[in-house]
Nanobody, 124 residues
Framework: QVQLVESGGGLVQAGDSLRLSCVAS????????MGWFRQEPGKGREFVAA????????YRADSVEGRFTISRDNNKNTVFLQMNNLRPEDTAVYYC?????????????????WGQGTHVAVSS
């Protein structure tokens, strides 16, 4: 079982930056593909970014391209989401997710473990 704990959310103004962190409680963190998703009230979970086990491959949603960067530190069992130039439409609960296997995927149904989420609110 993998437990994921996100942190770093908060209330910011448009144009500001935030860095989300997600710590995994598993010894074999380096074997998990990791992803970030977000969800607004009443809407489905939306893919934000994903990263391969070795960090060699990363994917980002078009809506965050050029503003958000996903990275990981396998020595610290942590995945990060650096969010720059935040916009009001980025407001959501952000979830960290993990999946076994090497393929980097963008569908939430392909992820096996989820954190509780951290709230990001961006005011205009």
């Amino acid at each position: 079982q993998v437990q994921l704990v996100e942190s770093g959310g908060g209330l910011v103004q448009a144009g500001d930056s935030l860095r989300l962190s997600c710590v995994a409680s598993v010894r074999t963190f380096r074997l998990y593909t990791m992803g970030w998703f977000r969800q607004e009230p009443g809407k489905g979970r939306e893919f934000v970014a994903a990263i391969s086990v070795s960090s060699a491959t990363t994917y980002r949603a078009d809506s965050v391209e050029g503003r958000f960067t996903i990275s990981r530190d396998n020595n610290k069992n942590t995945v990060f989401l650096q969010m720059n130039n935040l916009r009001p439409e980025d407001t959501a609960v952000y979830y960290c997710a993990a999946r076994t296997g090497l393929m980097v995927v963008t569908n939430a149904y392909d992820y096996d473990y989820w954190g509780q989420g951290t709230h990001v609110a961006v005011s205009s």
